[in-house]
Nanobody, 118 residues
Framework: VQLQACGGGLVQPGGSLRLSCAAS????????MGWYRQAPGKQRELVAA???????TYADSVKGRFTISRDNAKNTVYLQMNSLKPEDTAVYFC?????????????WGQGTQVTVSS
């Protein structure tokens, strides 16, 4: 499985970006799929994800500002990020997870840099 993430960039505070994650496989096969981020010196954290099918979960810090969506026909998951703040600056990683029968199998994209700065 390959995950190709794109859409990062430099944006001013209050601006918007949309990240895309294109999978090489049908995304409905994954139990969970979404976005994580890692800022310098910090641990990787969950930003938003589809879990157990159609359920969504968001980090408290992005609720009301970020929206995760998907296009099954394109095997792509999106992250719409609005009202961006400097603290959203991080490398954003796409993740897909599936149950392998005896353990969880995780797939990661290459990461895309998001920088929020004036």
């Amino acid at each position: 499985v390959q995950l190709q993430a794109c859409g990062g960039g430099l944006v001013q505070p209050g601006g918007s970006l949309r990240l895309s994650c294109a999978a090489s496989e049908r995304i409905f096969r994954f139990n969970n799929m979404g976005w994580y981020r890692q800022a310098p010196g910090k641990q990787r954290e969950l930003v938003a994800a589809f879990t157990s099918g159609d359920r969504t979960t968001y980090a408290d810090s992005v609720k009301g500002r970020f929206t995760i969506s998907r296009d099954n026909a394109k095997n792509t998951v999106y992250l719409q990020m609005n009202s961006l703040k400097p603290e959203d600056t991080a490398v954003y990683f796409c993740n897909a997870e599936e149950w392998g029968g005896s353990n969880w199998i995780n797939y990661w994209g290459q990461g895309t840099q998001v920088t929020v700065s004036s």
